[in-house]
Structure formats: C-alpha cells, structure tokens
C-alpha cells in the first residue's frame, strides 16, 4: 500500500454487476490513512475481483484491508466478505452491530430471506437467464454469505480508526442498522438509511425496509449531524446541502 501521511482519506466506491437481468451499482465505502484500511460494506457474493479493481487506482490491495465494518446482515452487504476472508494472509477485523451478529455469522437465517422471498425472486429472473445462473442464484439465496464478527460496536462509540468514525444506530431497515460518521471529512455513510434517487436524497426503499416508521426516526438522528456528505449505498453521493434535505425528509 503506497502512504506517505496520517492523513485519513475516505473514497465511495463503484462495485456494478447484472443482477436479476439489469445492472446494479452500490456504493461500498473505502476509509483509510497510513496504518488502517477500512471498507464499509463488501457488495454481493462473487464481486471481489471488482473490489480488487475498485481499490487498485488508491494504490490498495485487497490483501491491506484492516477492518471491515458490516452496517448490516443484508446479502448485498455482507455478499464477498467469506471471500476476502479466506483469501487474506491477515484477515481484517470484522465490525457490526450486537442486533446484526446471529445474522451475519449465520447462527440465525437472514430476516428478509423468507420462504416467500425466495418464491418471489425467482418468479421476477427473466426467462432467458441461462439455468445455471438462476440455480446458482436461487442457492446463494438459500444459503447466504456469512461471517464471524470480530468485535461488536455500539450506538455512540467513536472509532479511533482514520481520525474517528462515530457509530450512528439507525435500526428500521434492519433492526440493527448503523450508519458511520467520518468526522476529518464530515462524511456521513448512511449505507441503506437513506437512498439518492434522480440527484434527490430520500429515505430507504419502503419494500426493503422492515419497520418503515422506525427507519424515519432514524433520520431524525442523522438531521442532528453537521455533515458535509452523505454516501448511499444506493445512489451514491449527496452534498447539497444536507443538513436541510435531511429535516425535509422527517418533517414529510
């Protein structure tokens, strides 16, 4: 890894694939300075080849990650982890909240992963999807990713990692959603609390959220920060003015 200062650096990556025929970019979040490399969220299964490209131009290698923080038990954010995993000399430590932990290590079957998701799901794969791609999609489906967790983290803390990374619980889309706060750069990571849809800052897909009225109060905590940008898993970046856009957002 090519580092020549503590400064902290903070990146939004771009990880797309075709999925269910059209395709998906999210927006996994890369933080680091001359002794950490942190990636927040680690895409879908099969998509660290991409990671690797992704943090090839900051002079990174997969093999330098440190840390990876989990916001969440969701297939698209726990996804290449097993991967990166089993393929580090050092494996990085693995952070998530207490609520997310049974999910993401597998002792309990992902919430949102239910008999009828799965009918559902593969009613939606086009049919000229060739056979092979929808068995193995409908198996990852069956038997997600997963992963132990080094260490939980807490609504409050601070991380002394990069300049400090303030752990933010936003519970409503998951019941154990976080949100990161870098505070050298003012970058709020809302990973799927918020979403930008058409230049708009919103909040999180409604069909994919599992306690919509929770999630809003969520918000209403990430109102209170001063930050300067907002990075959406899905959607990517926001930075017009957003303090603002964030108290349109709970005042409806």
């Known amino acids: 890894m090519n580092q020549t200062n503590h400064a902290s650096h903070i990146h939004m990556l771009n990880i797309s694939s075709i999925v269910m025929g059209k395709t998906d970019t999210i927006h996994p979040v890369l933080i680091h300075d001359s002794g950490h490399v942190i990636l927040v969220d680690t895409g879908y299964p099969g998509q660290i080849s991409k990671f690797s490209e992704a943090l090839a131009p900051y002079g990174i290698d997969i093999q330098d990650v440190t840390h990876v923080i989990l916001t969440h038990q969701d297939l698209d954010h726990i996804g290449s982890l097993p991967a990166m995993l089993e393929q580090a000399e050092h494996p990085p430590e693995v952070l998530a909240s207490a609520e997310e932990k049974p999910y993401i290590e597998g002792e309990r079957m992902l919430l949102k992963i239910t008999p009828e998701a799965i009918r559902a799901a593969e009613a939606m794969i086009p049919a000229d999807v060739p056979e092979a791609w929808k068995q193995a999609f409908l198996s990852t489906?069956?038997?997600?990713?997963?992963?132990?967790?080094?260490?939980?983290?807490?609504?409050?803390?601070?991380?002394?990692?990069?300049?400090?990374?303030?752990?933010?619980?936003?519970?409503?889309?998951?019941?154990?959603?976080?949100?990161?706060?870098?505070?050298?750069?003012?970058?709020?990571?809302?990973?799927?609390?918020?979403?930008?849809?058409?230049?708009?800052?919103?909040?999180?897909?409604?069909?994919?959220t599992l306690d919509v009225a929770l999630a809003t109060e969520s918000i209403r905590k990430l109102a209170a920060l001063d930050a300067e940008a907002v990075i959406c898993y899905h959607g990517g970046m926001y930075r017009n003015q957003v303090s603002q856009a964030l108290r349109e957002l709970i005042s409806g």
């Open 141 to 208: 489906l069956k038997n997600p990713p997963q992963s132990p967790v080094s260490r939980v983290i807490h609504d409050g803390e601070l991380l002394p990692l990069c300049g400090g990374i303030q752990v933010i619980a936003t519970p409503g889309h998951t019941p154990g959603h976080l949100s990161l706060f870098h505070v050298p750069s003012r970058t709020l990571i809302a990973a799927d609390a918020l979403r930008v849809v058409d230049g708009r800052l919103c909040g999180p897909d409604p069909e994919q």
